[in-house]
C-alpha cells in the first residue's frame, strides 16, 4: 500500500464500507486529507493511522453514526414482459442485465408499430427496469476491491477482447499474470459476470462496463 490513498482504500483499510466512508469525510469526521494540484483528494497511511489511535469507538461504529441513512423506494409492481432469460418476467437480477438491455432494445422496436398510448406505458416499463438496473450496478460497484476496479478500466472500451497479459501490464507493470492474487481477481469477475474470458483473453460485459461507468463517474 502505497503512502498516499485513495479513498476506496482507506475504506478498505478501515472496513468501512465506501459510502458511508464518503458520508464521514463530507461530515468533518474522517481523517485528514490532502488535495492534489489536480484537486484530488488523497490520505497520508499515517494521517489514517493517527486517526484511527486518536477514536475510542470502533471505526464501523464511526461510520454508522455519520452515514444518513437512504430511503428505500417500494418496489414496482411486477409488469410482464417477454425476454429471452425466462419467457414471461423482466429479468430483475444482476446477471440478466445483458439479456434485460436486449429486451429493451426489441420492445422500443416493435413499440414504434403501435399507438402512441402503448408507446408511452412501453416508455414507462423501461424507466422502471432502467432504475433497477442502476441501484443493482451501484451495489455490485460497491463490493469490489481497488485491484478489482483497476482490471475493470484496462480492458477497453468497446469491449473487444484483450490478451491477459496486456490487461496485467495495463494494471500495473509490477503484476503477472500468472500470479495468483491477480488470477483469483480474474475469476470474481468472471463468475459475478462483469467480464468474459476464453482463449482469446477477457473483454467487458455490458454490466462490467456499467460498472466502470458508475465507479468513474464518483466523486474523487
Known sequence: MTNLLKARQVAEYLCVPYREFLAMVEAGQGPVCILLPSGRRRWRLADVDAWVACHAVSVPAAAAAVATPVPVPPEPAPVPS???????????????????????????????????????????????????????????????????????????????????????????PDISPRSGRFRSKIKQLSEKGLIESSNNGLRLTAVGFAVRVRFESEPP
Open 82 to 172: 417477454l425476454n429471452c432469460c425466462s419467457g414471461t418476467t423482466v429479468p430483475e437480477t444482476l446477471h440478466n442485465l445483458d439479456c434485460l438491455s436486449r429486451d429493451n432494445q426489441g420492445f422500443r422496436g416493435g413499440q414504434a408499430a403501435q399507438d402512441a398510448g402503448t408507446s408511452a406505458a412501453g416508455e414507462n416499463i423501461q424507466e422502471e427496469n432502467q432504475s433497477a438496473s442502476t441501484d443493482a450496478v451501484g451495489a455490485l460497484a460497491d463490493q469490489l476491491s481497488e485491484q478489482s476496479l483497476e482490471i475493470l478500466q484496462a480492458l477497453p472500451e468497446d469491449r473487444t477482447w484483450l490478451k491477459t497479459p496486456s490487461v496485467a501490464r495495463r494494471v500495473s
